[in-house]
């Protein structure tokens, strides 16, 4: 974002000119903030950006959300994505469609927690959930898990029933997915073995178009989906690190080929943003995440080498 800077030197020492330059000045910034308060309505959030179920203290699992006409839409629930919308300041009642791009746990280990809690933080209106099987098992499976606090609550504090407020929308194709008055989401699927099906969402609003990869090896599918966005958010691996990774968790001996056949390197990332021609390539569901070997400085020099545009290293909580 620009910033208007002030003027450095006045033309004309009198106090008309003065104040004629002091309210261009302001009109300038006021224009700029006009323009900014309107790129705002479509604005996302990172709530986590590290790669993989394992608890952090440096970053938390997938999430991210979208919020547009005071409407929360969240892609992905990994663990703590309830939390991080509160940390983030997004009302847990706004929550209004969830998307999981795949049924990896570092992207729905809470998807369920963050239903029950938004409805146990005051939420009673209704939630659409999109994505693949067996995501309508599962919402059902959770739901009759917790009957006991929720029949509790809906008896003893009042609140309405929970599960009519939820609708699940299964889909294993690529395509429209929906589209309300604020926003339109479609999909592609994307390359993640062995997670079939896995998706990757866009969304285009009035003023501004943001893709989200899901978890992906480098995806044509994802190229045609991200043509001419504003902002692709793209998960990102460093290759050279992964043997660091792999020795921290011992009780996954092929962890390491898996990661190389289902992840794409920065590098790659750059590649697919500039092979989709979108304005900013936000690096995001790092792996691995919390090596300090790896400094944003790196992260960001791989993309860039195939991409020319804006490169955003995510962070949680960091709006863009
Ligand atoms: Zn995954």
Redesign the pocket.
């Known amino acids: 974002m620009r910033h208007a800077q002030p003027p450095t030197q006045l033309r004309s020492s009198s106090r008309r000119e003065f104040l004629a330059d002091t309210f261009r000045f302001a009109a300038v910034l006021g224009s700029q903030q006009t323009a900014s308060a309107q790129i705002a309505r479509m604005r996302l959030i990172l709530l986590g950006t590290g ?1 993989g179920p394992r608890p952090r203290r440096a970053s938390s699992a ?1 999430a991210q959300v979208i919020i547009t006409g005071g409407v929360a839409y969240v892609i992905d629930c990994g663990d703590g994505v309830a939390r991080q919308l509160v940390m983030a300041g997004v009302p847990l009642s706004s929550v209004r469609h969830i998307f999981l ?2 049924h ?1 746990s ?2 729905n280990a809470d998807y369920g927690n963050l239903i029950w809690l938004a409805w146990s933080a005051g939420l009673r209106t209704r939630v659409d959930t999109w994505g693949p099987p067996p995501l309508r098992r599962m919402t059902r499976l959770f739901l009759q898990m917790n009957r006991y606090d929720i029949d509790t609550r809906i008896a003893n504090e009042g609140r309405v029933p929970l599960s009519p407020l939820v609708h699940v929308h299964e889909f294993r194709t690529g395509g429209e997915v929906m589209r309300d008055e604020r926003v339109r989401v479609t999909s592609v699927l994307v390359d ?1 073995p062995p ?1 079939v099906p ?1 998706f990757g969402y866009r969304f285009d609003g009035p003023e501004r178009s943001i893709v989200i990869s ?2 992906t090896a480098a995806s044509r599918n994802l190229v045609k989906l991200a043509n001419g966005a504003d902002i692709l958010v793209h ?1 990102a691996m460093y290759p050279n690190a992964i043997d660091r990774l792999v020795a921290r968790v011992p009780n996954a001996a092929t962890l390491k080929a898996s990661i190389l056949a ?2 794409t390197s920065a590098e790659q990332a750059g590649r697919v943003a500039q092979d989709a021609g979108v304005k900013v390539l936000v690096l995001s569901h790092f792996v691995p995440p919390d090596d300090p070997e790896i400094t944003d400085q790196m992260w960001a020099d791989a993309a860039r080498v195939h991409f020319q545009g804006t490169v955003i290293v995510g962070k949680d909580l960091l709006e863009i």
Do not use: I
């Open positions: 790669g997938a791009t795949h990896h570092d992207h993640h997670v896995a899901g978890d998960s289902h992840q």
